[in-house]
């Protein structure tokens, strides 16, 4: 059974930055597509950023130039990076494992297998 916890969320002004982080159980996290999505009140979960160890794809959504992911496999942890947060970037932000994909990347979240139970990013004007 995988399980995805994030942590890091929290409240910051514009401008500022957070990082999250991602803690996963499972003994082949190295395999597995790890992403980052997020979903504001009243809209649809919106792709952020995944990555494909195995093959180096790193793909990113609207954020991208602001917003960086890395991994750490050794720790089974996945972080996400925000700088230069605006208040468009409130949402609450999900981890996801996409453990059956051999190359590239999805954008899907329908592709995900596994899911966090998501942290709270509020970004203040």
């Known amino acids: 059974q995988v399980q995805l916890v994030e942590s890091g969320g929290g409240l910051v002004q514009a401008g500022g930055s957070l990082r999250l982080s991602c803690a996963a159980s499972?003994?082949?996290?190295?395999?597995?597509?790890m992403g980052w999505f997020r979903q504001a009140p009243g809209k649809e979960r919106e792709f952020v950023a995944a990555?494909?160890?195995?093959?180096?794809?790193t793909y990113y959504g609207r954020s991208a130039g602001r917003f960086t992911i890395s991994r750490d496999n050794s720790k089974n942890t996945v972080d996400l990076q925000m700088n230069s947060l605006k208040p468009e970037d409130t949402a609450v932000y999900y981890c996801?494992?996409?453990?059956?994909?051999?190359?590239?990347?999805?954008?899907?979240?329908?592709?995900?297998?596994?899911w966090g139970p998501g942290t709270q990013v509020t970004v203040s004007s």
């Open positions: 499972g003994r082949t996290f190295s395999r597995w597509v």
């Open positions: 996801a494992a996409d453990i059956r994909r051999t190359t590239g990347v999805s954008r899907a979240e329908e592709d995900y297998d596994y």
């Open positions: 990555n494909n160890w195995s093959d180096g794809i």
